[in-house]
Nanobody
Framework: QVQLVESGGGSVQAGGSLRLSCAAF????????MGWFRQAPGKEREGVAI???????SYADSVKGRFTISQDNAKNTLYLQMNSLKSEGTAMYYC???????????????????WGQGTQVTVSS
């Protein structure tokens, strides 16, 4: 049974920083694509950043240069460092995992088999 547990959300003023963590339990697949998604009220869930088993990363245009996705394989933990946060970053943030290498469709939430419960990020202006 795969379980993903996010933490690190909170409230911050615009321009501030937060680091989200996602601990993975029970994941035994060799290949993995992991991603961070977010969903604001009334909006669809959107991809923020994804990372492949080899450490290659990709970012949504809206967060490039401000967010960094990383993973600690020894701790089975995924991170999202968010700097220079903007008010439009207010959303529930989710981590997700898929037992395949990342590819073009990995930006779609429907591609992922496993999801965490989410952690709320609120950015005030």
């Amino acid at each position: 049974q795969v379980q993903l547990v996010e933490s690190g959300g909170g409230s911050v003023q615009a321009g501030g920083s937060l680091r989200l963590s996602c601990a993975a339990f029970g994941y035994t697949y060799t290949n993995i694509c992991m991603g961070w998604f977010r969903q604001a009220p009334g909006k669809e869930r959107e991809g923020v950043a994804i990372i492949d088993s080899d450490g290659s990363t990709s970012y949504a245009d809206s967060v490039k240069g401000r967010f960094t996705i990383s993973q600690d394989n020894a701790k089975n933990t995924l991170y999202l460092q968010m700097n220079s946060l903007k008010s439009e970053g207010t959303a529930m943030y989710y981590c997700a995992a898929d037992p395949y290498d990342c590819y073009a469709a990995s930006w779609g939430p429907e591609e992922y088999n496993y999801w965490g419960q989410g952690t709320q990020v609120t950015v005030s202006s």
